[in-house]
DNA sequence: TTAATTTTTGACACCGGTATCATAAAATAT
DNA sequence: ATATTTTATGATACCGGTGTCAAAAATTAA
């Protein structure tokens, strides 16, 4: 029933290492050889037996992917493109969800890397921006790659000694160049009242989406104004509450438009736009951020952000691959800084005279 | 910097069978000796490893979840049911999302199963209704669960030879119950035409929902019009084209309520209500089905029927583990049938006159 | 108290691969 | 053609646990 690597070097006349230079693609095999085994593999339908190798190996031919993220949509996103690069590669896919309330978070994530000796981590925001997690990982030496908020500015420089400043295992989307350019497209709409409402304050893509916003304010000659910023958390319900803030009192700011930190807080300014029976994008302009399938799935459909995230944790898992093993992958393909790019739906309106 | 079994062994002043013995909850093992092992285990904070263990014993510490469904939130619910009582037995769990069309995922689903040589399976609709997965599957003769929409109906008969009607490693969703109790409430409002947007017609939910929505209206003198059932797919673009289809020509079938497949097909009726101007629930009443996040975050919010998936996937891995393991869990405390039960909130209202 | 039985424990051979290093074969130089 | 270098292959010792079976210790019976 089961095929071993024993079986496989019987029937191909060759010894069973030779087997394991084929199916691991080693170097100086040769190709009349090569093609013998593959060909008894394809006969005998061999698997290599997950477990031997893991224990064998210096490392397993698993990685990690450690997320502590609400999203749904986000989390199947950054596991699909983890797991289409795993499959490429040969690798097994750990998922670890955690929560940075738990206590045990950082003693459950070297638990795992221990006991199944992971080749690597993917760490998502915001877990990739925790510092305790950073060094803990660089004590125990294990190779990690991170997905941030930001720039992938000047690498050469980056070469910091600390984790911290390390960057060349990061991989970066742009979130201030895209609230830039989002804010732009509302101003460009005639809207001169514009209000953000943020996600978690902890999160450094709230602090580069805001960033942005600010600039390209800045760039335009509106003043920016700190009442107009509402401080919440990436959801839903921070959505209602905060579009519900900045409109109180009949909308006093005069306000023309809102930038939601994410889809989800744009849905609930949508939302709470309703209750106060303000249409949009008629009287007010919504935008989202992320363009999860959600941003088509309210009406009116959201003006966002598109974020490629399948894509992007795609390259994160190259990223990785390339530091893991003997850099199979070419480092030359792996895009490093990712910026989502407007997406104009039906939210978002010239601005009301 | 690693500590082996050996290093607990020797620390204990025991052979590491013993150690073996003591991690693995075997009987036959002294009271005392268990403390001074566990007390070494602790001390040197030893951490299994699984390569090693899924090698050498019988069958591997990890189990997979399948799975062939487009729904996040809903794939979110069982990995993370899944994984909380993995965590639990101190197993592994490995995902694995696949599409039905594509010609290999029968290939794919063995290949996975061989080389990580998996304890077991739980299988997710659609998947876990198709037989020649489940013929294969028994052919492996590897152990699985199944999630299923239906009853579980007279256990004892229904253990019949071939695998498809063996029940007794099926966790059930009682939609037909769910989609009856949803109907009812519709027609205690008032309403007497009640048309039913359907997602997958392949899908066994989709039968067992439809099948409840008839002996709803039976029961209730209520006269089943199959121009009223709309057969569409479990998505939003379904729901906006659904609602479309039936309230067309004005709403010339004069419906009041529509019972929507699941909460996303609900919200495309939502859409195209709007679209088409119809208040909601004023004029017309949606319901949706599974009570995901997203039923809350449409205006209005929605009336459905909440299913609990984490639960119930983690009552699937329960049963799985006491099938594989020497059944260290109760087969009592697992609950093998789930009904989904009415949530009522903004979407449905009296039926207008 | 000793024999018989039951319960605990340990020695050792695997599980199915990879890593190392020696050896054989092929390529190149002399 | 032979010596030398390079490249391809194989023998064998692990990796860190589990399973088997026999030995030792603890219980119970006689």
Redesign the pocket.
Known sequence: M?????D??KHA?????????V??KE????K???DIVMQAVKELN????T???N????SSFAIGLVYDNPNAYYIIDMQNGVLSRCKEEGYELVIHPCSASDPDMQQEIATMIQRSRLAGLVLTPPLSEQKHIIQMLDDLGITYVRLLSGQNNDPEKEQGSTAEHRHNNCIYVDDYAAAYEITEHLINLGHKTIAFACGDAEHKSTTERLAGYKQALDDNQLEFNDALVYGGTYSFESGVEGAKALLKNNNESGITAILGGNDEIAAGALFASRLMNIAIPEQLSISGFEDSPFSRQTWPKLTTAHQANSVISEHAARLLFSKTRGSRSHDKDIITTFTPSVVIRESTGPAPK
């Open positions: 089961k095929v071993t690597i024993n496989v070097a006349g060759v010894s069973m290492k030779t087997v394991s230079r199916i691991n170097p100086s095999v040769r009349k050889t090569y061999y698997q290599p037996n477990a031997a190798r224990l064998a190996g210096t």
